[in-house]
């Protein structure tokens, strides 16, 4: 697979290679930029340049970044734009990683307090050692890269955040640059210490720019985690299976069905989920069904509809706002769905009043008329068929006769009072 990604990309050749980073950072973005890392040095660029616009994202793909960042043999220049763009919580390690950081004027960074994702929560204790610990971790990257390590440190403790003009005076970033043309002018002559102890002088005038977008596949799993996505496929995929178990042999919901919940649960791997959301999703679907089954006048729909509604809002558990499931998104499923059951149960409801239209039952009080005299046996027409009919009364050929019984394949027939029908 890794060997696909590669070939995905075409090959450059030295010059400036730039990445485009934006949105959260889980496992999918940090395996694409650090396969532009590996790229850049193995085609032996000029130099890399990652456009930054994060609101956080996961510490573990974090520090595979970061980690690639302070051990590449090729310059790496973070800019964090364009204006309006931010570089926060897991954005900050990165940007001060790199071994130029750069901010277009309108962008900020901070905010990098370490969050708890999931439903186990830590006690104040265990809080406070994976704060120290990421602290720890930040003043050695800003040290690393003669940052301003007192500012590295609020930024986790206390959430600070700078804008992008305040970071250049606090000496958090290198350079201010309206845009790339303007970010490749300043890097002109500006000298990088690598790894390897060779000291590169950056010379990006006259070289060709070209990007490295993510692969089909980097974007199909980047797509995938993001929570809405997920929530939808895990609807999708029950809906599916619904379908195809209220009607066995239709196949197609079933495949669907089935392929959206490996989806939803390869989403959750990357996602703070609380499995008791899940499983109040799965009891609101199961208390919907048993309505159109066993007729509780309502009361099982109400509560299916309020268990997927608290299923929901209890999916994804996170402080982090880009880690949490939207009100927009929630509202509009769960109404649909309760719709639909709701429809579903009055058509059933309603499919158990109507009178029947077939069989016995439904040959009962039907109009007809008779083809032939009726004393007292004869054949009549009834709902466009021939029967063969009985009356206590005569029946002349061509009067009106009503359907008061049915003995085997015989109607018992009545003349049809006048005014009636």
């Known amino acids: 697979m890794l060997l ?30 650090v396969r532009g890392v590996e790229r850049a040095e193995r085609e032996g660029a000029h130099l890399l340049i990652v456009e930054l616009d994060t609101p956080g994202g996961l510490m573990e793909s974090m520090r595979q970044v970061v980690k690639k960042f302070l051990m590449a043999e090729v310059p790496i220049v973070v800019y964090v734009a364009p204006s309006g763009s931010r570089a926060a919580s897991a954005g900050v390690f990165i940007t001060m990683a790199a071994h130029i950081a750069a901010m277009a004027p309108g962008t900020h960074i901070g905010a990098a307090h370490p969050v708890e994702l999931g439903e186990k929560k830590m006690d104040e204790k265990m809080l406070q050692k994976v704060v120290n610990d990421t602290v720890a971790y930040i003043k050695g990257i800003a040290k690393e890269r003669g940052r301003n390590e007192k500012w590295a440190e609020k930024a986790v403790r206390e959430s600070s955040s700078l804008t992008a003009e305040e970071a250049l005076r606090l000496k958090v970033i290198d350079l201010l640059a309206t845009n790339l043309e303007e970010l490749l002018d300043k890097l002109e002559g500006k000298e990088v210490k690598l790894p390897s102890g060779k000291t590169v002088t950056l010379s990006p005038k006259g070289k ?10 980097d974007k199909f799993l980047h797509t995938l985690s993001n929570p809405m996505i997920a929530y939808i496929l895990l609807m999708l995929g029950i809906y599916g ?59 099982l729909t109400v509560g299916g509809i309020i268990s997927i509604t608290l299923g929901s809002l209890m999916l994804m558990e996170s402080p982090a706002k ?33 009178k029947p239209t077939t069989g016995r039952e439904g040959l009962m009080g039907a109009m007809g008329f008779a083809l032939t005299d009726l004393k007292p046996e004869g054949m009549v ?6 029967w063969r009919a009985v009356s206590e009364e005569p029946v002349g050929a061509g009067e009106a006769v009503e359907v008061i019984g049915v003995e085997g394949l015989t109607l018992k027939v009545r003349k049809k009072k006048e005014g009636v029908g």
């Open 208 to 217: 060709e720019i070209r990007r490295l977008t993510m692969t089909f596949r």
């Open 322 to 354: 880009y880690m949490r499931l939207s009100l927009q998104v929630v509202l509009p499923i769960v109404v649909v769905s309760s719709g639909f059951f709701l429809f579903a149960l009055t058509q059933v409801i309603r499919a158990q009043r109507r």
């Open 4 to 33: 696909w990604s590669f070939l995905a990309w075409p090959c450059y050749g030295a010059g400036i290679y730039v990445l485009e980073a934006e949105g959260i950072i889980n496992p999918p973005m940090a395996n694409y930029m």
């Open 241 to 299: 299976l619904f379908f195809e178990l209220s009607n066995p042999g239709a196949i197609f919901p079933g495949v669907v069905g089935g392929i959206c919940l490996l989806l939803a649960f390869f989403a959750f791997q990357m996602l703070p989920v609380n499995y008791a959301g899940i499983a109040l999703i799965v009891l609101g679907i199961i208390l919907l069904i048993m309505e159109v089954k066993v007729h509780s006048y309502g009361l």
């Open 381 to 386: 027409e009834v709902m466009g068929e021939l």
